[in-house]
């Protein structure tokens, strides 16, 4: 009976202990702190992208954003320009499902590539993304599986623009045509953090002797006159590389016989 007649109380302080917890202050943790209704960024949030690399090569990309699924050329570039002008190093491509898009940051964690896709989207500047992770890109997937060649990835990036009229704002379009963003987002779109322009790439890579290029290096000319770059390529086996050419043209293959390109020759470098 006792047991009988106590019960509805212990049920009343039961409910009173759940009100009372329910208006207990909750400490918010600042930006580090996983997005709302983003279950995996916890997850993610705990891997450290800062990854250490031998002297002379690239450091690895980390946390990226994509947005946009166009049909048409200019609507990317269009999409990176507005990116751009809000201060954002952004750079579209082709991607292998034939659509262009675009991407942007290079973050040390999932939060922060979320927060600065979120804040873009409030603003109306872009809408839906996606977030790139590094696990994603084929330098991580290669070495975690120990199959595949990045040289191989490198190139077969490249490729995908031949033919492409490849429009880009980079730092190299007083030269006429930035060839160095189709070397960049080829690099960037494999997992590794390439300069933007082309004197840049000159000094980040090591030097490599022309007999003994590989898929993947990148050749450097003064097409100028003199010895300062102002072109770069990427070489894809053969004596050929890949390279964006000038206003006008398309993204196509060349020889390094060629005349031209003999003479202005400057050298090359390898990242890898």
Not at 89 to 98: R, V
């Given at each position: 009976?006792?047991?009988?007649?106590?019960?509805?109380?212990?049920?009343?302080?039961?409910?009173?202990?759940?009100?009372?917890?329910?208006?207990?202050?909750?400490?918010q943790s600042p930006?580090?702190?996983?997005?709302?209704?983003?279950?995996?960024?916890?997850?993610?949030?705990?891997?450290?992208?800062?990854?250490?690399?031998?002297?002379?090569?690239?450091?690895?990309?980390?946390?990226?954003?994509?947005?946009?699924?166009?049909?048409?050329?200019?609507?990317?570039?269009?999409?990176?320009?507005?990116?751009?002008?809000?201060?954002?190093?952004?750079?579209?491509?082709?991607?292998?499902?034939?659509?262009?898009?675009?991407?942007?940051?290079?973050?040390?964690?999932?939060?922060?590539?979320?927060?600065?896709?979120?804040?873009?989207?409030?603003?109306?500047?872009?809408?839906?993304?996606?977030?790139?992770?590094?696990?994603?890109?084929?330098?991580?997937?290669?070495?975690?599986?120990?199959?595949?060649?990045?040289?191989?990835?490198?190139?077969?990036?490249?490729?995908?623009?031949?033919?492409?009229?490849?429009?880009?704002?980079?730092?190299?379009?007083?030269?006429?045509?930035?060839?160095?963003?189709?070397?960049?987002?080829?690099?960037?779109?494999?997992?590794?953090?390439?300069?933007?322009?082309?004197?840049?790439?000159?000094?980040?890579?090591?030097?490599?002797?022309?007999?003994?290029?590989?898929?993947?290096?990148?050749?450097?000319?003064?097409t100028k006159g003199?010895?300062?770059?102002?072109?770069?390529?990427?070489?894809?086996?053969?004596?050929?590389?890949?390279?964006?050419?000038?206003?006008?043209?398309?993204?196509?293959?060349?020889?390094?016989?060629?005349?031209?390109?003999k003479r202005t020759?400057?050298?090359?470098?390898?990242?890898?």
């Amino acid at each position: 009976m006792l047991k009988l007649s106590l019960s509805p109380y212990l049920v009343l302080i039961y409910l009173m202990a759940l009100l009372l917890g329910a208006c207990s202050p909750v400490t918010q943790s600042p930006i580090q702190t996983a997005p709302e209704n983003d279950p995996i960024a916890e997850i993610l949030n705990q891997k450290n992208s800062s990854v250490s690399v031998p002297e002379g090569s690239l450091q690895k990309m980390g946390f990226a954003v994509q947005v946009g699924a166009f049909t048409q050329l200019e609507n990317a570039v269009g999409l990176e320009q507005d990116l751009k002008k809000k201060g954002v190093d952004a750079y579209h491509f082709l991607h292998e499902s034939g659509f262009y898009k675009v991407r942007f940051g290079d973050h040390n964690n999932y939060a922060q590539a979320r927060t600065e896709a979120e804040g873009l989207r409030v603003q109306g500047v872009i809408d839906n993304f996606f977030i790139v992770i590094p696990e994603d890109y084929s330098l991580a997937r290669i070495q975690r599986s120990g199959k595949g060649s990045l040289r191989t990835e490198l190139v077969t990036t490249a490729r995908r623009f031949l033919g492409v009229p490849y429009r880009w704002g980079g730092e190299d379009r007083g030269n006429g045509f930035d060839c160095s963003g189709l070397t960049m987002v080829s690099y960037r779109l494999n997992g590794l953090k390439l300069p933007r322009n082309s004197r840049a790439q000159f000094k980040a890579g090591r030097p490599v002797a022309k007999k003994h290029l590989q898929q993947g290096d990148l050749v450097f000319f003064a097409t100028k006159g003199g010895t300062r770059v102002t072109h770069v390529g990427m070489y894809v086996g053969g004596g050929q590389f890949i390279h964006a050419p000038r206003p006008g043209k398309t993204v196509r293959i060349a020889s390094l016989s060629n005349k031209f390109f003999k003479r202005t020759y400057v050298g090359a470098k390898t990242y890898l």
